[in-house]
C-alpha cells in the first residue's frame, strides 16, 4: 500500500526566504506526482503536476523536482511572500485498480512578514 | 474557468439523521472522486467513478455511505444514519481520464455530526 509522507508538518519563515518542503513515498511505481496548496476552509489547488518521466516542473517561484527511484520530491519555493502560506499537500498517482490519489499530510507554510 | 462544484459547502445535523452532498464535476471531465479530510488521517479516498460506473469504493463504509452519478454532471454521497466520526470536510474531484491529467478540487463540504 501506498504511503507518502510529508517533512517538515510546519515550516515559519522570515519573508524572502528561498524553501524547501519535501515528500516521500514508498511505492516508486507512480504515473505522476501531484504538488496542491490549500488555504484555511477552501478545497485544493494544484500548483505542479509531475510526469514518472519527469525529473522537475517549474511555475513561476515554484520549482518541483522528482527522483522516482529513491522515492522523493521536492516542492522549491523562491522568494516566499506572505500570501505564500497554506498548506502545501504532495499526493502520488499510482493509477491501476486504486486511480485515485494518495496523499501526504501536507507541510503547514507561515511567511512571516 | 472551470470548477468543482460541491453543496452545501456547511452541514450541521443530529446524528442517525440522513446526510447527501452533492458535487457537479467540470464538463468534459468522466472521473470524479470523493474524498474525505479529517486533522487525524488527512485526505482519503472514499469513491472513484470513471464514466459514471463506479470503479472502486473500497474506502468506504458500506453499511452507511454510498456513492451515485445519476448523470454525468451530478455526483452524490449520502450517509445514512450518521454518525459524529463521519464529521470531516468531504471533497469531490473531476479529472479527465487520460495518464498524467491533474484532478481539479472542489471547495468542499464541511460535514458536523451532533
Known amino acids: 500500500k501506498q504511503e507518502v509522507t510529508q517533512i517538515p508538518a510546519a515550516l515559519s519563515v522570515p519573508e524572502g526566504e528561498n524553501l524547501v518542503l519535501n515528500c516521500s513515498f514508498t511505492?516508486?511505481?507512480?504515473?505522476?506526482l501531484q504538488w496542491f496548496r490549500q488555504d484555511p476552509g477552501k478545497g485544493l489547488t494544484s500548483l505542479l503536476l509531475?510526469?514518472?518521466?519527469?525529473r522537475e516542473q517549474t511555475s513561476g517561484r515554484l520549482n518541483a523536482s522528482l527522483d522516482k527511484s529513491s522515492g522523493r520530491s521536492t516542492l522549491y519555493i523562491a522568494a516566499s511572500q506572505p500570501g505564500d502560506s497554506a498548506t502545501y499537500l504532495c499526493?502520488?498517482?499510482?493509477?491501476?485498480?486504486?486511480?485515485?490519489?494518495?496523499f501526504g499530510k501536507g507541510t503547514h507554510l507561515i511567511i512571516q512578514p | 474557468d472551470a470548477r468543482v462544484t460541491q453543496t452545501p459547502r456547511h452541514k450541521v445535523t443530529e446524528m442517525g439523521q440522513e446526510v447527501t452532498m452533492r458535487c457537479q464535476p467540470i464538463?468534459?471531465?468522466?472521473?470524479v472522486f470523493w474524498y474525505r479530510q479529517t486533522m487525524m488521517q488527512g485526505l482519503e479516498l472514499l469513491a472513484y467513478?470513471?464514466?459514471?460506473?463506479?470503479?472502486?469504493d473500497s474506502g468506504m463504509p458500506k453499511d452507511r455511505f454510498s456513492a451515485e452519478m445519476p448523470d454525468a454532471t451530478l455526483a452524490t454521497l449520502k450517509i445514512q444514519p450518521s454518525e459524529p466520526r463521519d464529521s470531516a470536510v468531504y471533497f469531490c474531484?473531476?479529472?479527465?481520464?487520460?495518464?498524467?491529467?491533474?484532478?481539479?478540487f472542489g471547495d468542499g463540504t464541511r460535514l458536523s455530526i451532533l
Open positions: 509531475i510526469q514518472s518521466s519527469q
Open positions: 464538463l468534459g471531465h468522466n472521473t
Open positions: 467513478f470513471r464514466n459514471r460506473a463506479p470503479l472502486d
Open positions: 499526493a502520488v498517482y499510482s493509477g491501476g485498480g486504486a486511480d485515485g490519489l494518495t
Open positions: 511505492d516508486s511505481a507512480i504515473y505522476n
Open positions: 474531484a473531476s479529472g479527465q481520464d487520460v495518464d498524467n491529467q491533474p484532478q481539479h
